[in-house]
């Protein structure tokens, strides 16, 4: 069974990854960029999970716990910067 469904979990999480990609590339503005690009960081931690899971090694789920925090403190940076126009205020 694990030999099914580790394939086609794989190819719908790359064509996911493709569409996001596609809406980073041609958003009709930053804040849709913005999304897709948090988008894109949790369909490759997916990616990275599921194929873990397919080559039976838990180096990659360590991994993926690394990209799924700088992806957040990325996502945070992003959303602050374009509310104020700045990321660290200085007083």
């Known amino acids: 069974m694990l030999d099914i469904v580790i394939p086609i979990s794989l190819t719908m999480l ?3 990854f493709a569409l996001t990609l596609a809406r980073l590339l041609i958003g009709p503005g930053l804040p849709d960029r913005i999304v897709a690009l948090d988008t894109l960081n949790i369909n490759a931690i997916a990616l990275i999970v599921v194929f873990g899971i397919r080559i ?6 360590e991994a993926a716990l690394l990209i799924a925090l ?3 403190i990325g996502t945070v940076a992003l959303t602050k910067y374009l509310q104020r126009g700045d990321i660290i205020e200085l007083q």
């Open 70 to 72: 700088m992806g957040f």
């Open 14 to 16: 790359a064509i996911a």
């Open 56 to 61: 039976r090694s838990a180096m990659f789920f």
